[in-house]
């Protein structure tokens, strides 16, 4: 008794449909016993039945000169980033395969699957979002964006944190953040922009949306699959949309970018500070004038405020210390019920989303990627594999603690300062003063 064909393999289903039983199958078919078995396994498990007829399958590039697959192969293994079009390229520029018929991109990428060359991407998904909409009134849209470093004699290197109003073009605030004495020490971190925002918050209230960049605070570009950061969720919770310009698009945030050389030239260049609380003061007393009294060209050479008084009223009031009451994480939670991200099982069986880290376990590697959508009812991440195994993933970290960063630890008391202050030493004394 010979191998089966693939006649004898359509009939062995046939058959184990009707009911007959292996040897029944054996004697009817002229197989072993072993045979019939195997193949009901497959079929039970869901397997196909593979047919041999045809003609042999000898690989992508089977037909093309064995001189140009060695070629291709050593290309290969001295440039394993090498795709398909660019080893297209290549053979086209060769003088060894000059008049010779190559190989199409599609064909090598195919030959590049079948050697294992194919480097693994990783999948794409996009933030939930909403189409944007140009502002209407007053505060319902800021931008923020961060000036690059200014060297200020006795205080160090400062980088100023600017923030707009879309519609009425008013000034609310410019907030000098301290990133090193002689070189860069550190950059604008997600504290800065939460204290600047706050102290903007507390003059003005709180805006419907804020425009900003891709800056690693707002916008995750480790992942082709970007989970929000701390910063989004907060905003999230407080109510306060994040929009964000096009990529390589600095002219999305115009205004705050011009704004960035009206206060380096009206508060930074020329004079001296004693102290960084000086040049607080500075930017706070040249605010009103930039506001009040300085003609804006946008507004037909009117100050902002003489043509938007409006902009004073407080359209959603503000506090720090209300801010745990006015967090709600049930728009946190809605907002990550919309979307789903993907993420890449570690060696050892882990993902990390959100800054934090899940164990699926080891069984969970030959998938190499688990797909995470957020249930909004049970506060859960639903991780699934391509397998069809499903794993549920606590959100525990989920806290208006977590969101509110140092505000929080700065709101319990005692709290007392350590000499000498610190950044976040000065991030505490505006906060309660």
């Known amino acids: 008794m010979g191998a089966s064909s693939y006649p004898d393999r359509l009939k062995i289903m046939e058959l184990s449909k009707k009911g007959l039983t292996d040897r029944q199958i054996a004697v009817e078919l002229g197989l072993s016993i072993r045979t019939v078995r195997k193949w009901r396994r497959i079929l039970k498990r869901g397997g196909k039945v593979q047919s041999q007829m045809g003609r042999p399958k000898q690989g992508a590039l089977s037909s093309y000169p064995a001189a140009m697959r060695r070629t291709l192969q050593g290309w290969c293994q001295q440039h394993p980033g090498w795709g398909a079009q660019t080893l297209r390229t290549e053979l086209s520029l060769s003088e060894a395969f000059a008049n010779q018929r190559l190989p199409s991109r599609a064909t090598l990428a195919r030959w590049l699957k079948e050697a294992g060359e194919v480097r693994s991407y990783e999948k794409h998904s996009k933030l939930p979002d909403q189409p944007a909409r140009s502002a209407q009134v007053c505060h319902e849209e800021w931008e923020m964006d961060a000036r690059g470093y200014s060297r200020v004699p006795e205080l160090g290197l400062i980088s100023l944190i600017d923030i707009n109003d879309v519609y009425s073009h008013v000034k609310i605030l410019s907030y000098p953040c301290w990133v090193g004495q002689k070189r860069i020490e550190r950059s604008p971190n997600t504290e800065d922009y939460q204290l600047a925002l706050r102290l903007a918050f ?232």
């Not at 916008?219 to 390589?248: C, I, N």
């Not at 409006?310 to 990550?336: K, W």
């Not at 030959?366 to 639903?382: I, M, N």
Request: aromatic share 12%; with cysteine; charged share 25%.
């Open 202 to 433: 507390s003059e003005w209230g709180l805006p419907e949306r804020l425009a900003t960049d891709h800056d690693r605070i707002f916008y995750d570009e480790t992942s082709k699959s970007p989970f929000p950061t701390r910063f989004h969720l907060w905003l999230v919770a407080l109510g306060v949309r994040l929009q964000f310009g096009r990529m390589g698009r600095p002219t999305d945030q115009g205004m705050t970018e011009r704004s960035h050389q009206t206060w380096a030239s009206q508060v930074l260049e020329g004079p001296a500070f004693a102290c960084y609380q000086a040049l607080w003061q500075a930017l706070e007393q040249r605010k009103v004038f930039l506001n009040q009294h300085l003609p804006c060209s946008s507004l037909d050479h009117r100050p902002p405020l003489q043509v938007y008084p409006q902009a004073r009223l407080t359209r959603r009031p503000y506090r720090p210390e209300q801010e745990a009451e006015l967090l709600d994480l049930e728009r946190v939670r809605a907002y990550l019920g919309k979307g789903h991200w993907f993420r890449k099982v570690s060696a050892v069986g882990t993902i990390s989303i959100g800054r934090h880290i899940y164990q699926l376990g080891y069984d969970w590697r030959p998938d190499r990627y688990a797909e995470l959508r957020f249930d909004a009812q049970a506060s859960q991440f639903v991780c699934s594999a391509p397998s069809g195994k499903e794993k549920l993933l606590p959100v525990d970290w989920l806290t208006k603690e977590e969101l509110m960063g140092d505000l929080a630890q700065f709101q319990q008391i005692p709290f007392q300062f350590a000499l000498p202050y610190s950044v976040n030493d000065w991030r505490a004394s505006f906060l309660l003063a």
